[in-house]
């Protein structure tokens, strides 16, 4: 049971460039999650998404695009890197939508954008 | 909307000493409250929560008790140890459901033998 697991680790683009970041969970979760951590500003939702193929807008949606094909993956895209971009991207995951459930995080995902 | 404010970092401890991070929240009314540890080079894992007003939520020897009247969550360890070392954040659910969860900005912890 691995959790939630990220690919890459760790990313270098150039201004413009494009990349997709992949997130997977194998623990049947219905309720996934990405998030970027900024220095100084904790973490801030990108997207969500409630079910196999939703996907929703969360705090900071502008410049990405996700995608949920399959329950246990959500995908994250970046089209036209800037260097605003530049961030750790965490994948979470919950069970339930309701405000008491645990939500479990990846490892994180360090870009850099030049 | 919902949002969280907690103590700035750094913090600096000796192994054994006390330790309080402040957290207070603004909500509608009485959502949960969580704290969130973060150790160097992984992603974030759950500490503790408290659910309902008065609960008090513990874990690992941390304790926070989640407070109406003033509006605070803080997290207290007695006694510190060098495993300790992380950022911890306190977080609350955001508005529209789905458990999308607002963070603080994390306050850092360095704990010295």
């Known amino acids: 049971n691995a959790g939630v697991t990220q690919t890459p680790k760790f990313r270098v683009l150039k201004t413009g460039q494009s990349m997709t970041l992949l997130c997977a969970q194998d623990m049947n979760h219905e309720y996934m999650y990405w998030y970027r951590q900024d220095p100084g500003m904790g973490l801030r939702l990108i997207h969500y998404?409630?079910?196999?193929?939703?996907?929703a807008k969360g705090e900071v949606p502008d410049g990405y695009n996700v995608s949920r094909l399959k329950k246990q993956n959500f995908l994250l895209g970046l089209e036209s890197a800037a260097p605003s971009q530049t961030s750790v991207y965490f994948c979470?995951?919950?069970?339930?939508?309701?405000?008491?459930?645990?939500?479990?995080f990846g490892p994180g995902t360090r870009l850099t954008v030049l | 909307g919902n949002s969280v404010t907690q103590m700035e970092g750094p913090v600096t401890l000796s192994e054994e000493a006390f330790l309080t991070i402040n957290c207070t929240y603004t909500a509608t009314g009485y959502p949960s409250l969580f704290w969130y540890v973060q150790y160097p080079g992984e992603g974030l894992q759950l500490l503790l929560k408290?659910?309902?007003?008065?609960d008090k939520g513990s874990n690992k020897g941390f304790e926070a008790t989640y407070r109406k009247e003033t509006t605070s969550f803080h997290l207290e360890k007695g006694s510190v140890q060098v495993s300790d070392s992380a950022v911890y954040f306190c977080a609350l659910p955001g508005s529209g459901g789905y458990n999308k969860l607002i963070f603080g900005a994390g306050t850092r912890l360095a704990v010295h033998p």
């Open positions: 998404s409630v079910g196999e193929g939703t996907t």
């Open positions: 408290a659910t309902k007003a008065d």
């Open positions: 979470a995951s919950s069970s339930d939508p309701t405000s008491t459930d645990t939500q479990y």
